[in-house]
């Protein structure tokens, strides 16, 4: 769990620095599914500690911030790289 910590940081602190230069959609998405996933290590870690107590906010019997990290991170890549396969099938 530290590894991921810590590269996690990583990840996410160059993310930002790309963020910050560039303007491209699909770029952008992938820098924020880069923090999203970062945002799921460290609820994940915050639950093992027991920091996180019970959720109010529930879809049927789930918590909603106990299934949204993990699904969060990944739309955000999904949403990026459709946008870079539309764009090469696009011009051709």
Same mark, same amino acid.
């Given at each position: ?6 590269? @996690? /940081? =990583? /990840?996410?602190?160059? !993310?930002?620095? =790309? ?5 491209? &959609? ?6 924020? @599914? !880069?923090? &999203? /996933? ?5 609820? &994940?870690?915050? %639950?093992?500690?027991?920091?996180? @107590? %019970?959720?109010? =906010?529930? !879809? @049927? +019997? ?6 949204? +990290? ?23």
């Amino acid at each position: 769990m530290f590894s991921r910590l810590i590269l @996690g /940081a =990583l /990840a996410s602190f160059f !993310a930002i620095m =790309l963020w910050s230069k560039t303007r491209d &959609a699909a770029w952008m998405l992938l820098v924020i @599914g !880069a923090i &999203a /996933a970062y945002i799921e290590t460290v609820y &994940a870690v915050l %639950n093992l500690f027991g920091i996180t @107590g %019970n959720s109010t =906010l529930f !879809a @049927g +019997p789930l918590s909603l911030p106990a299934i949204l +990290p993990p699904i969060l991170h990944s739309c955000f890549f999904i949403a990026a790289f459709l946008i870079m396969v539309v764009r090469r099938y696009r011009c051709r």
